[in-house]
């Protein structure tokens, strides 16, 4: 847990809802450490060629903004009005109702109503009245119209990147409005102004850099992969292969650089590579497109086009037939929401056809692309992989539907079929806590950073309360999720509200109940840890 959060949960769960004094009309924010995210470093933008790089930081005085700031901003909306359709739509329609108010992970942990998402979308609807409606041009106020002020921009900032773009508040919209939508037009229009956060954007520039967030270079993407070959040969006896750019492969796999960077993505990274082993995949990973996910989305458009072209242009080079993605979240929004419109059709590649069972992904006939739990949930059905689940023994799991593969994809049977496959032990969250009505981590959409901790902790609080639930009710010790991000700042949130209980990704269980040609007794999982190790339990 990050030193910069001092706060103690018994103190951060008593969340006060009484209304503010103030109207909400009023924008004044109070930047304090531990709700907002530094700026992006000045590098960062310039790399990007993006606007208005300089040092700056969300709690100066002065930001530093263009001179014609305004003019920038008015145009920025009127652009996008024109460009998209939902955009117009969502500025207009909303009536008010409050069904997605209390819907919002960051308004049910920090009890700030502009966290609504009603009202975090009204911070930006209340200037289009002003200045593209005929009532808010004529009666302003009245009409729920506000001027455009420097103040505004910043309460902008602080509101729009306290939203992880999850989408939860549009399940309860009686509309359809996205308010996640309505948070990437402000993000846009933010970094109009070269006002944009570091943890979203360096991960950005990193990807054009050395083909990953995390700015690995290829020798060490190739040393780490080798490591943990050499791991799962010590754990199962087994070497398994790492092929890396190779040429005419049948299928491109590509994973969030999370899981071959830190723990414990990386046990779900061995769990790729034995599983792919085992059947013999004719596949390749690639150090140019080492990187499934695309932090375009918490940016810009024209960002998440550009780097979903490294994929398909990888694809194309190394003469694949499809492409395979691991355990990801944004990265599964992109390509089914976004992607085949952006940079497809895909057409050079072949519809999606599981080299083991024959199945055909039709699903992916478009984009060409199939999800890891898709094809291994496959496997199973067809008998393909001798598993035992007793190995898994000791682990009590339930699983955290990750945001955008839930609400993107409607992808809530697959990882459940592989979990309950490979464990004897799993236990569901109560049922306004998942599938579509999943919690967010409270870290996603470039958010998961250390110096907003406080407002992570706050966002995550519904999620970690339903998995104290299920601890308390079934003693579960483990969170299983499928995506990156997810494991990186679900490790946090537990340790700060469940610290009994460890995050996993799936195939890491897969890895250790997979029982694979020629290995030698195992006794360990791919953690290292004894298959039937007892876990301290004393206080469930
Ligand atoms: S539920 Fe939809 S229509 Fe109702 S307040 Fe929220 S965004 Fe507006
Ligand atoms: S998209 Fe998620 S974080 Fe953003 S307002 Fe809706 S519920 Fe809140």
């Known amino acids: 847990m990050s030193d910069e959060l001092k706060i103690k949960p018994e103190i951060l769960e008593k969340v006060d809802y009484a209304l503010p004094r103030k109207s909400w009309l009023d924008p004044a924010v109070h930047f304090r450490k531990g709700t907002y995210c530094y700026s992006a470093a000045p590098k960062n933008v310039e ?35 024109t460009k998209y359709r939902s955009f117009q739509v969502f500025m207009d329609v909303c009536v008010r109702c409050g069904a997605c108010a209390d819907k919002c992970h960051f308004y049910i942990g920090s009890g700030d109503p502009k966290n609504m998402p009603v009202l975090r979308a009204e911070l930006l609807r209340s200037i289009y009245r002003n200045n593209f409606t005929a009532a808010g041009k004529i009666l302003g106020r009245l009409a729920g119209g506000r001027e455009l002020t420097v103040d505004v921009i910043k309460e902008w900032f602080y509101y729009f990147y306290q939203c992880t ?24 229009l933010l970094n109009l102004l070269g006002l944009n956060i570091n943890w979203a954007l360096e991960p950005a520039a990193n990807c054009f850099r050395t083909g990953n967030h995390l700015g690995i270079q290829p020798h060490t993407f190739k040393d780490t992969l080798e490591f943990f070959a050499d791991e799962i040969e010590d754990i199962t006896g087994v070497r398994v292969n790492v092929p ?15 899981d071959y960077f830190a723990d414990p993505g990386t046990f779900t990274c061995m769990g790729y590579l034995a599983l792919f082993h085992e059947l013999g995949l004719d596949y390749t990973w690639s150090a140019y497109a080492s990187e499934g996910g695309n932090f375009g989305l918490f940016n810009s458009h024209d960002l998440i086009k550009s780097l979903n072209a490294k994929i398909y242009a990888e694809a194309k080079r190394l003469g694949v037939k499809w492409i395979m993605g691991g355990e990801c979240g944004h990265m599964w929004r992109v390509i089914h929401q976004y992607m085949d419109t952006m940079n497809g059709p895909a057409d050079f590649l072949s519809e999606p056809v599981s080299p083991i069972t024959g199945t055909r992904f039709e699903n992916a006939r478009s984009s060409k692309m199939v999800h890891i739990c898709e094809f291994t949930s496959d496997l199973i059905r067809h008998g393909k992989l001798k598993l035992d689940p007793s190995r898994n023994d000791r682990l009590r799991v339930t699983f955290h539907d990750s945001c955008n593969p839930a609400r993107a994809m409607g992808f809530f049977e697959e990882p459940r079929y592989v979990l309950k496959s490979v464990c004897n032990n799993f236990f569901e969250m109560p049922a306004n806590t998942i599938r579509e009505q999943t919690y967010c981590c409270g870290g996603g959409a470039g958010l998961g950073t250390d110096e907003n901790m ?52 799936i195939h890491e269980l897969v890895a250790n109940a997979l029982v694979m040609k020629g290995e030698k007794e195992r006794e360990v999982d791919m953690r290292g840890e004894p298959f039937n190790e007892k876990e301290d339990d004393s206080d469930v």
């Open 47 to 81: 790399y990007l060629h993006m606007a208005n790089p300089r040092e700056w930081q969300p709690h100066d005085e002065d930001w530093k903004l263009p001179e014609n700031w305004k003019e920038i901003v008015l145009n920025g909306i009127k652009e996008r009005l």
């Open 454 to 505: 406080e407002m992570r902790m706050r966002g995550g609080y519904p999620r970690a309360n339903a998995v104290r639930y299920v601890r308390e009710r079934h003693g579960v010790n483990r969170l299983g999720c499928i995506c990156a991000i997810d494991r990186a700042t679900l490790h946090s949130l537990m340790q700060y509200w469940v610290p009994e209980v460890e995050v996993t990704g």
């Open 244 to 258: 890396i750019n190779k040429k005419g492969a049948e299928i491109l796999f590509v994973t969030p650089s999370g």
């Open 165 to 188: 773009e999850c989408r939860r508040c549009s399940v309860f919209c009686p509309y359809g409005i996205d308010t996640a939508e309505i948070t990437m037009m402000a993000r846009e």
